[in-house]
């Protein structure tokens, strides 16, 4: 069984194996199976006041659990009054376009070193798309 708990920065920092650091707090979730961290999802806030997220789960996660996943934490940010959450779509998972698509994310006009930005808006949110 995998249990969902928050995330700090000393997890974020063992599951990337001390290659990626965030230097803003985050808000998220890890994914745990005993004591082993298998996923971690979140969401930050850049200096231009973008909330932008993130996803990733170690090898052998079907991808029923990233979207039951997913789902979970966009709940979360609906119900937390989070107007919109940008993402970049990782293109090692052949599944990845679906399973934005399926969560309610839209592609935008937007690039990040060659990968396109997808946002999630609030359906909440009165003007927000």
């Keep these: 069984m995998i249990e969902v708990k928050p995330i700090d ?8 194996k001390g290659q990626f650091k965030f230097n803003v707090p985050v808000l998220g ?26 996803m990733a789960f170690k090898p052998g996660h079907r991808g029923g659990f ?14 937390s009054g989070i107007p919109e959450i940008y993402v970049v779509r990782d293109h090692r998972l052949p599944t990845s376009e679906r399973l934005l698509r399926r969560c309610g994310f839209t592609i935008t006009e937007e ?7 997808w946002v999630w808006r609030n359906p909440r949110m009165k003007d927000n798309g």
């Design 9 to 16: 920065a000393g997890e974020i920092h063992r599951f990337y």
């Design 29 to 54: 979730y890890a994914a745990r199976k005993g004591l082993m961290t298998s996923g971690l999802g979140g969401i930050w806030q850049e200096i231009d006041g973008r909330v932008w997220g993130f």
């Design 66 to 79: 990233f979207y039951r996943y997913a789902k979970l934490f966009l709940a979360e940010a609906e119900r």
């Design 111 to 117: 690039k990040i070193a060659d990968f396109w930005v």
